[in-house]
C-alpha cells in the first residue's frame, strides 16, 4: 500500500482529484476535464498512477504542471483586499443591512431586503454557469456610489445583469422607462446601459446589458424591443450558457483576472 489518499474538489467549476501524502501534503491532483495527472515530483510517480487508478477515464497524460498562464499569474498577484471574487451576491446590500438593519416593526418591508433577495436569485443563477466555462462577479463597486451587480463572463461574452425585485407586480417596460406595479416609472433602462458602458470603458471590451427580473407574475408589457438590453427573467438566466463563439477559454479567464481586481474599476 502506497499510504496514499486521493481527495476530490471542485475549482472553477471542474473536479480536481489530488493525491495527498499522510500529513495532508499534495503531491499530485488529476484533472478529469483535461485528461491529465499533474506531479509536482517524480518520485512518487508509479504510487501516484496507482492511487488515482479506480478514478481515470480514458487516456491521461501525466508530468510536471503546466506553466502558469498569463491570468493565472495575476490572480496570484492580486493582493486579497483587492480580490472581487469571493463578494457574494449582494454584498454590498447585506454590508449596509449590517451596519443599519433598520427599524424592526416598520409598517413596510425594507426596500433593501428586498433587493437582497433578488441579486441573491440572481446570483445563485449565475453561479450555476460556471461548471460551463463561465465566470460571474458580484457587487463590483464604482467610483460615485454605484456599482455592477453581476458580471458574467464566457464563451458567449460579457455580460452587466442589474437585478430588479419584481415577485407578483407587473411590468411595463417602455424604453428607457421601467415600471413596477403602482409604482412611479424611472428611466431604469439608462442606468443598465450606464453600468455596462462603464464595464466596456473598465475591462477595454464590448460588455452587453441585461435587466433581470425576479419573480414578475408574468404579465410583461413592452410597448417597443429595448435598444441593446436584454430583457430576462431570473428563471431564464440559464440560457446564457448556450451562447458561444465570442470569447476563447484564455480569454474569458484573462477578462475574468482583470475584472476581479477591485483597481480595474477605480477610475470608471
Not at 78 to 106: S, T
Not at 172 to 191: F, H, K, Q, S, W
Request: charged share 25%; aromatic share 4%.
Amino acid at each position: 500500500m502506497s499510504g496514499l489518499r486521493v481527495i476530490p474538489t471542485w475549482r472553477h467549476g471542474r473536479e480536481r482529484l489530488y493525491v495527498c501524502l499522510t500529513d495532508g501534503r499534495n503531491i499530485a491532483w488529476y484533472d478529469r476535464e483535461g485528461g491529465r495527472v499533474n506531479l509536482i515530483g517524480e518520485d512518487r510517480r508509479a504510487d501516484v498512477l496507482e492511487a488515482l487508478d479506480p478514478f481515470i477515464t480514458g487516456p491521461v497524460t501525466v508530468g510536471p504542471p503546466p506553466p502558469p498562464t498569463p491570468a493565472e499569474l495575476a490572480r496570484l498577484a492580486l493582493h486579497p483586499d483587492d480580490d472581487l471574487a469571493p463578494n457574494r451576491p449582494g454584498e454590498a446590500l447585506q454590508i449596509a443591512l449590517d451596519r443599519d438593519p433598520g427599524h424592526a416593526h416598520r409598517l413596510r418591508a425594507d426596500p433593501r431586503r428586498r433587493a437582497l433577495l433578488a441579486e441573491q436569485a440572481v446570483g445563485e443563477a449565475l453561479d450555476r454557469l460556471d461548471g460551463a466555462g463561465w465566470h460571474a462577479l458580484h457587487s463590483l463597486p464604482l467610483p460615485g456610489g454605484d456599482r455592477v451587480h453581476h458580471l458574467v463572463i464566457g464563451p458567449g461574452g460579457l455580460f452587466a445583469v442589474h437585478t430588479v425585485y419584481a415577485r407578483r407586480l407587473r411590468v411595463l417596460i417602455a424604453d428607457p422607462m421601467v415600471t413596477l406595479g403602482r409604482a412611479e416609472p424611472t428611466p431604469l433602462l439608462r442606468r443598465v446601459r450606464a453600468a455596462a458602458d462603464r464595464a466596456s470603458y473598465a475591462l477595454t471590451a464590448e460588455v452587453r446589458p441585461v435587466l433581470a427580473l425576479v419573480g414578475p407574475t408574468g404579465r410583461r408589457t413592452v410597448t417597443a424591443e429595448p435598444r441593446e438590453v436584454r430583457i430576462l427573467e431570473d428563471t431564464d438566466l440559464g440560457g446564457l450558457a448556450r451562447l458561444g463563439g465570442v470569447l476563447k477559454p484564455a480569454d474569458v479567464e484573462a477578462l475574468h483576472a482583470m475584472a476581479r481586481d477591485r483597481n480595474t474599476w477605480s477610475r470608471v
